[in-house]
């Protein structure tokens, strides 16, 4: 197993949410991705998975402290599209051109649709993946709305209509924030009110899609798992 095994692979998250289903999906497709001490003393790769509270929170200064510690050989960061995936990559890579690590970096004018990695350095990556597929306008929820399971489509459509329906008698919650209420209501109609599914819970989400693979081959080129 490679020295960098004993490093810590970081990623950048917007919210509690993220992180969560990103954990889930982890569990899933990449179960070794945690630390596990053996007596050998040995240990399985690490993600140090970050909840940020927000994208304005992911500053320069805190991508230049990551990629200045010898420690982490891979930054990755997560982020929504909200209205427009260009505008967001372009603020995004505006960000990042302002780190001292990565102005040497050509971003290209648009993420790619896999997500974008490059070498900071010999032996350090970086990456950057916008929810839900690199060129949708969107969010983290948006991605889950394309994971409902076949066999509960009928139940799917009845909670659009019924979200709908609450927005016009007068529910507040913002226009680009309809896939957080549809989603949160999805969740509140299964086995745990407002609790995010684990991996015993498959009639909530089906992560066997496409897209879901195509975050964890950029995850698991990032960090080399």
């Not at 004993?6 to 945690?34: A, C, M, Q």
């Not at 990565?102 to 950057?128: A, H, M, T, Y």
């Not at 009928?154 to 919650?173: C, D, M, T, Y």
Request: aromatic fraction near 8%.
């Amino acid at each position: 197993m490679s020295s960098t095994s004993h490093r810590s692979r970081v990623l950048f998250v917007e919210g509690s949410s993220d992180k969560t289903i990103i954990k889930e999906i982890l569990n899933i497709y990449l179960p070794h991705w945690k630390i596990t001490r053996k007596r050998s003393g040995s240990s399985q790769p690490q993600i140090d998975i970050q909840d940020l509270q927000g994208i304005k929170n992911i500053t320069p200064d805190k991508i230049f402290n990551q990629l200045a510690d010898p420690n982490v050989p891979a930054l990755g960061i997560v982020i929504d599209a909200d209205s427009s995936a260009s505008d967001q990559w372009q603020e995004i890579c505006q960000t990042c051109q302002s780190v001292e690590q990565l102005r040497s970096i050509s971003f290209p004018n648009q993420i790619p649709e896999n997500g974008f990695i490059c070498s900071v350095s010999d032996d350090q990556k970086f990456g950057i993946w916008m929810m839900p597929d690199n060129r949708s306008p969107g969010m983290l929820e948006t991605l889950l709305s394309q994971l409902i399971p076949s066999d509960r489509e009928n139940l799917w459509i009845h909670l659009q209509e019924s979200v709908a329906q609450a927005k016009r008698l007068g529910a507040p919650f913002r226009n680009h924030h309809l896939d957080k209420a549809r989603i949160y209501t999805w969740l509140a109609w299964h086995h745990k009110p407002g609790v995010w599914p684990d991996t015993a819970q498959r009639d909530v989400f089906n992560f066997d899609h496409p897209q879901v693979h195509a975050f964890v081959d950029w995850l698991k080129t990032l960090y080399d798992l």
